[in-house]
């Protein structure tokens, strides 16, 4: 591949009067590439994208629009479906029914690779994330897949910190965001943002490549955290939904308890709060029971589905 590279990069310099040795464009000036497709359905594409914001290659899972091939002038919505802590681009058309769910509709829906612990962000020492998928991903599919500029973000645990920070971070960008037993208040107490320290921790990864210091870089914290970018969701279609960690219905017989849900559901319950206080409306399912657990977030994005149709203009 190099040699390839370096034949294509000296063919051109031929071309254009340029010495043999001219350089090659600067990380920061490189742009991102598809270098395989894999087609598993007739709607279902894995793509490995090589990346320079994260110096190695990920994969991209997309589900076309019904009527992708036979309009192949139009540029079409899009609806980025974010994977939670400790899983992959493939978790939500493993786990759920997302792909039979927008079989019928002109949507471009879009399951990016997160990192296991990537947290949605630039890491202040590590990949960055955050770039990765707002500006280099989103120009390949604009240009290689019609993507057009009406989107709509969703997704769930971590997803749900990234589907809503990525929202206030980029004003604009979202027409809705919904998130599903998201990490939605990181800096709820000291131990709250400890624990997600151990996470990433428990990742191999060094928790301080993240955001820094919880207490010294308090501000790179707050930047990154939804219910610190509370005011910057104004005009958005927000949607919130998480469960109260009581075994149900769709849980397994042996599930008591889940501590961590019932964590979440305090970080949601402070979100919601200041939003109320903020006059920014949102649509919330606090719901008991509920774990942490796919037959849940599989009924949440059913009922979440409604909201995102019409801000994508499709519902």
């Known amino acids: 591949m190099i040699v390839v590279a370096l034949a294509l990069v000296l063919c051109a ?6 010495p043999e040795g001219a350089e090659k464009p600067k990380a920061s000036e490189q742009r991102a590439r598809i270098t395989a497709t894999v087609v598993l359905s007739p709607r279902m594409r894995d793509l490995t994208v090589d990346s320079p914001a994260l110096g190695r290659a990920v994969s991209v899972r997309l589900l076309l629009p019904a009527a992708y091939a036979s309009q192949p002038q139009r540029r079409w919505p899009v609806l980025y479906l974010l994977h939670g802590c400790c899983d ?6 493993r786990s759920t029914d997302a792909e039979q769910l927008t079989a019928t509709s002109d949507v471009l829906v879009v399951m990016p ?5 990537g947290f949605y962000s630039d890491w202040q020492s590590g990949p960055r994330w ?9 120009r390949l599919l604009e240009e290689e897949y019609r993507a057009g500029s009406v989107r709509a973000i969703a997704g769930l645990s971590m997803g749900g910190l990234g589907a809503l920070a990525y929202t206030a971070r980029h004003p604009g960008m979202f027409r809705a965001a919904a998130s599903f037993s998201g990490i939605v208040h990181t800096r709820l107490s000291p131990e709250e943002s400890e624990r997600y320290m151990g996470l990433v921790r428990s990742e191999g990864e060094k928790p301080l490549g993240l955001w820094g210091d919880p207490h010294e870089r308090a501000d790179v914290w707050a930047a990154h955290n939804p219910y610190d970018l509370a005011p910057k969701l104004r005009g958005t279609a927000l949607f919130l939904s998480v469960g109260t960690g009581t075994s149900g219905p769709l849980d397994n017989p042996r599930t008591t308890f889940d501590g961590g ?15 109320r206080t903020l006059g920014i ?9 509920g774990t942490h657990s796919w037959p849940y977030w599989q009924r949440e994005l059913h009922r979440a589905w409604p909201m995102l149709q ?3 203009g499709v519902g």
């Open 281 to 289: 409306p949102a649509q919330t399912d606090f719901y008991d029971p």
């Open 310 to 312: 019409r801000a994508l």
């Open 88 to 93: 992959t681009y493939e978790s939500w058309t």
């Open 261 to 275: 849900e019932s964590l979440l559901a305090a970080e949601n319950a402070a979100l919601a709060a200041r939003l």
């Open 13 to 18: 310099a031929c071309g254009t009067g340029k």
């Open 113 to 117: 690779d997160g990192g296991s612990v």
């Open 130 to 138: 955050e770039t990765f998928h707002l500006t280099e991903l989103r």
